[in-house]
């Protein structure tokens, strides 16, 4: 479930006044510039965000003035021993694999990321490795000055939406997008990605072939970080989690040695790496199991909220565990748009088989609505138009829950959501959504012992919670229906949440024993602010 705002970036203005001018004191920070507010600015924000080492951290409405003065200080800092060690990798590495602020390579790499929130970050250099050893020379620099450790963040397709989850304010991002090989094994039962690829280019090596992958559903997303964070596909309900599919690791650990791990060399590693984000080294490739794939049916419906009843209806028949179709993906929304002043509620519909209008989606197909259009598309193609629907760098700020999938909790949701709507209504250019992703047991099950993720004591249908801002009434609603889960899908999480946590205590230990056998300096937890960290006893 998704509910969301996105600022798009095309003014300063209007939308998030207190967003912009925090963003724009934060900018100055980074470029290094003395800031004096005679008179400091009272927010009137219910939640805003304020800069800090790892990008906008939550606080209550207060002296912007006093935070910035705070986060200069320690930007100005981080930034000292950065560039120190900038220079340290470029010598081992070589200057062009090492850009330094204002190079085109250094403002590209910046440009790439796909929030505003996170290109707004100004890090001391970014390091680019070409090779899984570029890599270790790299972790071994970085961790051979114990007295002036230097924060990095690890960066795969720079996808997520919080400021400081792959980029980092004075201190240096590991950008692995060089690791883009795609490589289909002899027997074409595995392909090998470096972690540094995107779901679009595997598909594009794959689809010509008549191959596909369990991988991410939207092109630009990096391999390394989807797969981490467990990973939902379109083929999930045939597969399990993106992590499922994997049947082999390359990873630089804290003491730079790099290991290939998989069920047999190390099966605790293995498992640990299957939803636990950045805390054990740098990934840097995946090998994973291949299918046979042909086109796929999609379809897109956009109907009045005067049906909403009947789609909540059928969203819990087609998602319910007794009777799932294992094709078939479906993402129901309620959205509200203020540059249309519209609001609607939208389905997108896909069958991973060469089928025209799926059986299963019939009577939903056959409901009153404003719009529909269906095409049959290889994976490619629709991993490019479901980019295409994502404004270009938004400003988003993302919280997740995960709820059981019930008539009576969603319909509460939707209250809640419609009734949000009014205090919302004047803010330009916001879209506004809730957007219910289903996890039936086939999916989140198939595999649960092998992963990290917690779920193997669920049995009935779930459905992903993503939202922005304030959801309070939604979870209380869920709680007092008995249908709030404690699984925080990882890769929606905003910055404050605590996934791995969400994993459940015999997970976590398990984690934790993991994390102080391969990281016992705890590298990774310590000098990587970004991702999520394991939770200590």
């Known amino acids: 479930m998704v509910f969301s705002w996105y600022d798009q970036p095309q003014t300063n203005q209007g939308l998030n006044p207190?967003?912009?001018?925090?963003?724009?004191?934060?900018?100055?920070?980074?470029?290094?510039?003395?800031?004096f507010i005679s008179q400091p600015r009272k927010s009137s924000l219910k939640m805003e965000y304020a800069p800090n080492e790892v990008g906008f951290e939550k606080m209550v409405p207060g002296d912007v003035a006093t935070i910035v003065s705070i986060s200069s200080s320690f930007a100005l800092t981080s930034h000292l021993t950065g560039s120190s060690q900038c220079h340290a990798i470029s010598a081992v590495l070589g200057e062009q694999k090492v850009a330094l602020p204002s190079s085109p390579a250094y403002n590209a790499s910046i440009a790439s990321y796909f929030s505003e929130l996170q290109e707004a970050l100004r890090p001391a250099c970014v390091v680019s490795p070409q090779t899984a050893e570029d890599?270790?020379?790299?972790?071994?620099?970085?961790?051979?000055?114990?007295?002036?450790?230097?924060?990095?963040?690890?960066?795969?397709?720079?996808?997520?939406?919080?400021?400081?989850?792959?980029?980092?304010?004075?201190?240096?991002?590991?950008?692995?997008?060089?690791l883009n090989s795609i490589d289909v094994h002899p027997d074409?039962?595995?392909?090998?990605?470096?972690?540094?690829?995107?779901?679009?280019?595997?598909?594009?090596?794959l689809d010509p072939i008549g191959l596909s992958v369990n991988g991410g559903r939207c092109a630009g997303v990096g391999v390394g970080g989807l797969t981490l964070g467990g990973g939902i596909s379109y083929f999930s309900p045939r597969y399990g989690w993106t992590c499922d599919a994997v049947t082999n690791i390359e990873i630089v650990l804290a003491d730079a040695s790099i290991i290939e791990t998989n069920a047999n060399s190390d099966p605790e590693l293995f498992q640990a790496l299957k939803g636990g984000n950045n805390n054990f080294g740098v990934v840097t490739r995946i090998d994973l199991s291949t299918f046979t794939q042909g086109l796929l049916w999609t379809g897109n419906i956009y109907s009045d909220l005067s049906t909403v009843n009947d789609v909540i209806s059928e969203l819990v028949k087609i998602s319910s565990a007794d009777a799932y179709d294992e094709h078939?993906?479906?993402?129901?929304?309620?959205?509200?748009?203020?540059?249309?002043?519209?609001?609607?509620?939208?389905?997108?519909?896909?069958?991973?088989?060469?089928?025209?209008?799926?059986?299963?989606?019939?009577?939903?197909?056959?409901?009153?609505?404003?719009?529909s259009t269906s095409q049959k598309m290889n994976m490619t193609t629709l991993a490019k138009t479901t980019?295409?629907?994502?404004?270009?760098?938004?400003?988003?700020?993302?919280?997740?829950?995960?709820?059981?999938?019930?008539?009576?909790?969603?319909?509460?949701?939707?209250?809640?959501?419609?009734?949000?709507?009014?205090?919302?209504?004047?803010?330009?250019?916001?879209?506004?959504?809730?957007?219910?992703?289903?996890?039936?047991?086939?999916?989140?099950?198939?595999?649960?012992?092998?992963?990290?993720?917690?779920?193997?004591?669920?049995?009935?249908?779930?459905?992903v919670a993503r939202r922005t801002m304030r959801m309070d009434a939604i979870e209380k609603d869920a709680q007092q229906l008995g249908d709030l889960d404690r699984y925080i899908y990882l890769n929606y999480a905003d910055r404050d949440q605590d996934p791995i946590g969400s994993y459940g205590a015999a997970s976590v230990s398990r984690l934790r024993a993991v994390r102080e056998r391969v990281d016992p300096k705890g590298v990774f937890t310590n000098q990587v602010p970004g991702g999520y960290k394991i939770p200590e006893k």
């Open 18 to 35: 207190d967003l912009a001018v925090i963003s724009s004191l934060f900018n100055k920070i980074q470029a290094g510039r003395d800031l």
């Open 135 to 178: 890599v270790s020379v790299t972790i071994r620099t970085l961790t051979s000055y114990p007295d002036r450790q230097c924060s990095f963040a690890i960066r795969s397709g720079g996808h997520a939406s919080w400021a400081g989850a792959s980029n980092i304010a004075g201190g240096i991002v590991i950008d692995i997008r060089g």
């Open 188 to 205: 074409t039962s595995t392909v090998s990605v470096g972690a540094g690829a995107e779901w679009d280019d595997v598909y594009a090596k």
């Open 328 to 371: 078939a993906s479906i993402i129901t929304s309620f959205g509200y748009s203020q540059a249309r002043g519209l609001s609607v509620v939208s389905n997108v519909l896909v069958y991973t088989k060469d089928v025209e209008s799926p059986p299963i989606y019939q009577d939903l197909l056959s409901l009153p609505n404003l719009m």
């Open 387 to 463: 980019r295409a629907y994502s404004p270009e760098q938004p400003r988003s700020i993302n919280r997740v829950r995960t709820l059981a999938l019930t008539t009576a909790v969603i319909k509460a949701a939707f209250v809640q959501w419609e009734a949000s709507l009014a205090s919302i209504r004047n803010v330009s250019n916001l879209v506004w959504s809730l957007t219910l992703e289903p996890l039936p047991p086939q999916f989140y099950a198939r595999h649960a012992e092998e992963n990290a993720l917690g779920l193997t004591d669920r049995s009935g249908t779930l459905v």
